[in-house]
């Protein structure tokens, strides 16, 4: 069979090339071109991906300058977050919070349960700028190791839901059948089931006062719905093409679930996880003041609020330096879940 050789020039300036069958197609100058740069010629490469220039591939950045490697979702949503305002400012009073509650001797040389009652309800005086609680403590040094307390409760209690609903959610909606109507029952049980009031049940027999109880409760109650998030995401990416392919070619369940539906899937479980963190802090706070959370000598929030609520009206200073602290710390939580929502969800690009 004679081998196909490469178009030559005619005489109207395009090219002939060879047919399989001996004869010759007539091609536009245009095509003669295109074919002569996929083999090498001045315009052009072997790699068919590289033909288009520089500045015009699917890795290159505004002004024709390529980053050496193929854009992801995870690389244009930290390209968005660095220019988001509202994710710098959480970020940096995050930041500060984690910085605070490693070391808080860095801003606070004092001990949070040294008090002296001759203190009481005072107010403000030089190095107790926060002024003194019920039982003559600094307010200052309680507020700032508190922060402790509230990070530790929320990282945790997010980290736990997170996982426990992700592989609970995720495993049902790749099998499917008789196992995600059972997982969709039991969600749905736990649904009904009411966060403050089941703390009340729960927590009132317990007599630790540690943090572990309130951590467990937290993820007793919050996996569902990461778990129906991380199902409808885990049902949504299992369907598309490359899934399928990867499936046709022979790869088993525990490859497909790691490999191509995890890294897909995990989007929304970490936004709202990230926005469920603020929510763990404030329900910390809300059942520590309830009596039924944290205990003393646990240095919380929300038992500082508990302990200031009865002197508003005389020492309004005992009751807003750590509400104001706690109001800070989930909003910076808040505001940092809606930009990485803002970043992860394509629909608002």
Same mark, same amino acid.
């Given at each position: 069979?004679?081998?196909?050789?490469?178009?030559?020039?005619?005489?109207?300036?395009?090219?002939?090339?060879?047919?399989?069958?001996?004869?010759?197609?007539?091609?536009?100058?245009?095509?003669? &071109?295109?074919?002569?740069?996929?083999?090498?010629?001045?315009?052009?490469?072997?790699?068919?991906?590289?033909?288009?220039?520089?500045?015009?591939?699917?890795?290159?950045?505004?002004?024709?300058?390529?980053?050496?490697?193929?854009?992801?979702?995870?690389?244009?949503?930290?390209?968005?977050?660095?220019?988001?305002?509202?994710?710098? $400012?959480?970020?940096?009073?995050?930041?500060?919070?984690?910085?605070? !509650?490693?070391?808080?001797?860095?801003?606070?040389?004092?001990?949070?349960?040294?008090?002296?009652?001759?203190?009481?309800?005072?107010?403000?005086?030089? &190095?107790?700028?926060?002024?003194?609680?019920?039982?003559?403590?600094?307010?200052?040094?309680?507020?700032?190791?508190?922060?402790?307390?509230?990070?530790?409760?929320?990282?945790?209690?997010? $980290?736990?839901?997170?996982?426990?609903?992700?592989? /609970?959610?995720? $495993?049902?909606?790749?099998?499917?059948?008789?196992?995600?109507?059972?997982?969709?029952?039991?969600?749905?049980?736990?649904?009904?089931?009411?966060?403050?009031?089941?703390? $009340?049940?729960?927590? !009132?027999?317990?007599? %630790?006062?540690?943090?572990?109880?309130?951590?467990?409760?937290?993820?007793?109650?919050?996996?569902?719905?990461?778990?129906?998030?991380?199902? &409808?995401?885990?049902?949504?990416?299992?369907?598309?093409?490359?899934?399928?392919?990867?499936?046709?070619?022979?790869? %088993?369940?525990?490859?497909?679930?790691?490999?191509?539906?995890?890294?897909?899937?995990?989007?929304?479980?970490?936004?709202?996880?990230?926005?469920?963190?603020?929510?763990?802090?404030?329900?910390?706070?809300? /059942?520590?003041?309830?009596?039924?959370? /944290?205990?003393?000598?646990?240095?919380?929030?929300?038992?500082?609020?508990?302990?200031? %609520?009865?002197?508003?009206?005389?020492?309004?200073?005992?009751?807003?330096?750590?509400?104001?602290?706690?109001?800070?710390?989930?909003?910076?939580?808040?505001?940092?879940?809606?930009?990485?929502?803002?970043?992860?969800?394509?629909?608002?690009?």
């Amino acid at each position: 069979m004679p081998e196909p050789q490469s178009p030559r020039p005619d005489d109207n300036g395009g090219a002939i090339a060879a047919t399989g069958a001996g004869g010759a197609m007539d091609l536009a100058t245009s095509e003669g &071109g295109t074919l002569e740069r996929q083999r090498g010629g001045p315009d052009g490469g072997l790699d068919g991906g590289h033909g288009a220039g520089p500045g015009t591939g699917p890795d290159a950045r505004p002004g024709g300058e390529s980053t050496g490697r193929p854009r992801s979702l995870w690389s244009d949503a930290w390209r968005d977050l660095r220019r988001n305002p509202v994710f710098v $400012l959480s970020g940096l009073v995050i930041v500060f919070l984690v910085l605070i !509650s490693v070391w808080p001797s860095l801003i606070a040389s004092g001990n949070p349960l040294s008090c002296d009652l001759a203190r009481a309800q005072d107010g403000s005086r030089p &190095g107790h700028p926060f002024g003194f609680n019920g039982q003559g403590c600094d307010v200052y040094t309680r507020t700032v190791h508190g922060a402790r307390t509230s990070v530790v409760v929320g990282v945790l209690a997010s $980290l736990g839901v997170a996982v426990v609903g992700s592989v /609970l959610g995720g $495993l049902a909606g790749f099998h499917g059948g008789f196992w995600d109507a059972i997982l969709s029952r039991v969600t749905d049980i736990f649904f009904g089931i009411p966060v403050v009031l089941g703390g $009340l049940v729960l927590l !009132s027999v317990v007599t %630790s006062s540690t943090v572990w109880p309130v951590i467990g409760f937290m993820v007793l109650l919050g996996w569902p719905q990461i778990s129906r998030i991380a199902r &409808g995401s885990v049902i949504t990416v299992k369907q598309n093409d490359f899934v399928q392919a990867a499936r046709a070619l022979g790869a %088993s369940g525990p490859r497909l679930m790691l490999r191509h539906i995890l890294p897909n899937a995990v989007a929304p479980v970490i936004v709202v996880a990230t926005i469920a963190l603020g929510t763990f802090i404030a329900l910390e706070a809300t /059942l520590s003041y309830l009596g039924v959370g /944290l205990k003393p000598p646990t240095v919380s929030w929300g038992i500082d609020i508990s302990d200031a %609520s009865p002197y508003i009206r005389n020492s309004p200073h005992m009751l807003l330096w750590p509400a104001g602290a706690l109001a800070i710390t989930v909003l910076a939580f808040i505001m940092l879940g809606d930009a990485v929502r803002d970043a992860l969800d394509p629909k608002l690009r």
